[in-house]
């Protein structure tokens, strides 16, 4: 039951339901909520008229029509006036309602646009952090599964976010420049050329020792390092956590984590490969200082690379022990790099 960060258009979204901010006439406004309508076509506001509007903090369900989603998921949130007039309560209450009425009508993947941060004044950042805690709350208690994705579009996200200190010199610091990249190639090439040499000019004596070393590979074979699986439970249990906290705080469905559970152990008859996303994503949820976080890596086929700012990004918010999955995927998000976690697959 991940939650996700995209930018994207939230009429285009292949999902179970899509959330509009909508006004209380629930008869189609400005901004996210004309978009909707004009996506849905004149049904959806047949349907809406059918409603008879809706409360601040509430939240009205309608089919999606002609939207690629099947159901529209109407909630109206407050009009900011300075924070003393409840809006924070009404604004939460639009999250929690809109993921109630998603559960009640199965939905497996719902679409939030920011919710009362256009128009109607909500302060950019505190309206991230409602919609974040509040969803995450939500996400904690649910037994089913529940993919949600909160949506901003364009691209101005300024004020969204809260900066990082000391990252841009971190990522500076850390990605080569072309001339290394350069130099790397030239060596490669040149390994190369000495390994094609090397087979040419082998003798018996090189043949013969080269037979002896794929025997001593054979035996090294039966004896296996720790599975990425293993170290995953077998951390979940040194450091006391649970098994339910664990995969929600990496970010992934329970599915992903009844694989790993399942691949664990010296008996185990399949092995789990997972993405590198899902590898960093526990190394986060597990805490793990940087040296075991690499060694996690190693296990599941991975190592970070100075080339990539993903793999840069993690490893400083591991270094500086930032392990909020959350607060990972809004760097991630605000330097244009894929977010952590994983959906089934």
């Given at each position: ?154 691209r101005d996200i300024s004020g969204f976010f809260e900066p990082e200190d000391g990252l841009n010199d971190f990522l500076n610091s ?172």
């Amino acid at each position: 039951m991940p939650l996700f960060i995209i930018n994207d258009d939230i009429t285009n979204l292949k999902v179970d339901a899509i959330v509009n901010a909508a006004n209380n006439s629930l008869l189609g406004g400005g901004g996210v909520d004309g978009c909707i309508h004009r996506a849905a076509g004149p049904d959806l506001l047949k349907e809406c008229i059918t409603l008879r509007g809706c409360e601040t903090g509430d939240a009205k369900i309608t089919k999606g029509y002609k939207l690629p989603a099947k159901y529209v998921i109407h909630t109206v949130g407050p009009i900011w006036r300075g924070g003393r007039k409840g809006e924070e309560e009404l604004l939460k209450s639009c999250y929690n309602r809109c993921l109630q009425i998603a559960v009640e009508n199965k939905c497996g993947s719902v679409a939030f646009p920011m919710i009362s941060a256009g128009v109607y004044g909500y302060p950019k950042y505190e309206a991230m952090q409602v919609a974040k805690n509040t969803i995450n709350s939500f996400l904690e208690k649910l037994e089913d599964d529940l993919d949600v994705y909160i949506v901003l579009f364009g691209r101005d996200i300024s004020g969204f976010f809260e900066p990082e200190d000391g990252l841009n010199d971190f990522l500076n610091s850390r990605i080569p420049d072309l001339f290394d990249s350069i130099k790397m190639c030239s060596i490669a090439g040149m390994v190369g050329e000495a390994t094609n040499r090397l087979f040419k000019t082998s003798s018996k004596e090189s043949r013969k020792i080269c037979s002896e070393r794929m025997s001593d590979l054979g035996d090294i074979l039966k004896q296996p390092d720790e599975s990425f699986s293993s170290m995953v439970m077998r951390k979940i249990k040194e450091s006391g956590l649970n098994e339910v906290s664990c995969y929600k705080a990496a970010n992934v469905n329970k599915q992903i984590f009844s694989k790993i559970r399942s691949c664990a152990g010296e008996d185990e008859t399949e092995t789990y490969q997972p993405t590198k996303s899902t590898a960093m994503s526990f190394a986060i949820a597990l805490k793990l200082p940087l040296d075991e976080s690499k060694e996690l890596l190693r296990k599941a086929g991975y190592a970070f690379s100075r080339s990539d700012k993903t793999d840069i990004i993690v490893e400083y918010c591991i270094t500086n022990r930032i392990y909020d999955i959350f607060r990972v995927n809004e760097i991630l998000f605000t330097y244009e790099q894929p977010v952590l976690g994983s959906k089934c697959h």
